[in-house]
């Protein structure tokens, strides 16, 4: 989009416009075509590669071997549950972590927003935590709280709760003044106020903050499933790993990724229908 | 009668330099008060003091002898970037005042059907107001503030964004929603052919500190009303003299 923006930007005036266009479109529609055909090289050399043995199956397995597995899994489990299983397992634990961390953070990012003792008191702490890793923290975790569901669902919450506090905390900070004033002119409480016009104000700001929540978490998972778990993508990967069944790890890093593809269309969708209005007014 | 008072009032923010000083002006209902002057001569902040968005350094603001406290739904404002809110449909944005207040659906509803009906956008109220002109908002805006039955309209330069013609329209609209009520209206204006052909009472101010130097009355808004035309009256010989003298008066310090 960019580099198209700046190709108009630097076209020649003489240019007939609709000639313009004409390209520009053109360009746009062969990028899907440039993905899939680089896609299917790539899986291509892939299968040439696994076929003509040039790495060992334990390095490599071929695709037509991963997708074997895939089958085998879904059908007949893994490590004693099937695929589902263990996708159901960690979704759990995600959605539970962003149930958990919304409930938490979205105060918070109010508190930060709205007064300055909030930012005084969590702005800090909020700051420090950031940029922590997961698995910096993780053993402290385990300390305290064990090895059980709760600690794996707070591993992943604590790396969920950060982008969530800054994107509230963003949208309440950019409620315009015009609009609190107006709503204070119709004779708008305070509780009113937060509850009419900043929250739904915020609302597109804190759906941002979920989305980013949600890709963090789901990148957190293996870390937390590292703990002593017997079903979930993370654990079935590192068992698969300690058996060298390659297949099965490389199966379960793309189901991973298509997993996480779909939360971010699902959000975009949850956004287009919870704040159509977001970037118009 | 109701009447809006602000008493000798002084301004400035953060200890800064005065913004408004020794500034009073008093909003009857019934009365359409025009306050113009060039920028910086502290037109908004002072509509912002008689809205209670903020609270002079010095003076008072009364409603009826009784301090104004705050903002309330007496004293409904009308906005230059119209705020209104996006997730809301035209019709609950209208009514948004009424549901603060606690009134049902089926009555918001009817009385927003209304007031689009007064603001010539009948029929929208579903729309989503994204998807309305800028005039229209203004509308929307108008409204809204109507929808509280306020009495006192405070207007901070609702036309200013908007282009010539529909600000033309918009002149006409103020002028026959001020005739169906019995609110006072505070507008503030850049324009000095707005201000002429609205205001029962032109409020001329001067910057460096924000004061009032000048004040008008016109009548060329009942003449308006009475059935003359816009076209006629703003070409007519005493409005055109009322627009020089208005004119020297904001430009006095310039002119001496």
Known sequence: MSLDLAEAVLAPADQAAPAKETTTRTKRSIVPIVTALTLALLLGAWQVAATLKLVSPVFLPAPIDVAHQFVTVARDGFVDATLLQHLLASLGRVFAALLAATLVAVPIGFAIGSSPIGRGIFDPLIEILRPIPPLAYLPLVIIWFGISEPSKILIIGIAMLAPIVIATATGVKGVATDRLNAARALGATKAQLLRHVVLPSALPSILVGIRIALGTGWSTLVAAELVAASRGLGFMIQSAAQFLVTDVVIMGILVIAAVAFAFEAAIRLLERWLVPWAGKA | ?256
């Open chain 2, 1 to 256: 009668m109701p009447h809006l008072t602000l008493d000798s009032i002084s301004l400035s923010y953060d200890g800064g330099a005065p913004v408004l000083a020794n500034v009073s002006l008093g909003l009857r209902s019934g009365e359409f008060v025009v306050v113009v002057g060039r920028s910086g001569c502290g037109k908004t902040s002072l509509l912002n003091l008689a809205a209670g968005f903020v609270t002079p350094t010095s003076g008072r603001v009364l409603v009826d002898d009784a301090a104004v406290k705050g903002p309330g739904a007496d004293r409904a404002v009308v906005f230059q970037d119209d705020a209104l809110f996006p997730w809301l449909s035209t019709a609950e944005n209208v009514a948004f005042g009424p549901r603060l207040a606690g009134i049902g659906a089926a009555e918001r509803r009817r009385i927003a059907d209304e007031r689009l009906a007064i603001v010539g956008l009948p029929g929208l109220g579903d729309r989503p107001i994204w998807r309305l002109s800028g005039g229209q908002r203004q509308r929307v805006g108008l409204a809204r503030a109507l929808a509280a039955n306020p009495t006192f309209l405070l207007m901070d330069e609702p036309l200013g964004a908007l282009d010539a013609m529909t600000r033309e329209a918009m002149q006409e609209l103020l002028l026959d929603v001020w005739g169906r009520t019995q609110a006072g209206f505070l507008l503030i204006t850049h324009g000095v052919e707005e201000a002429l052909f609205l205001a029962t009472r032109i409020v001329v101010m001067a910057p460096g500190p924000g004061r009032i130097v000048r004040t008008l009355a016109v009548d060329f808004g009942k003449r308006r009303l009475a059935g003359e035309s816009a076209r006629a009256i703003k070409a007519s010989a005493d409005f055109v003299a009322a627009r020089e003298s208005l004119l020297d008066a904001i430009f006095e310090r310039e002119a001496a």
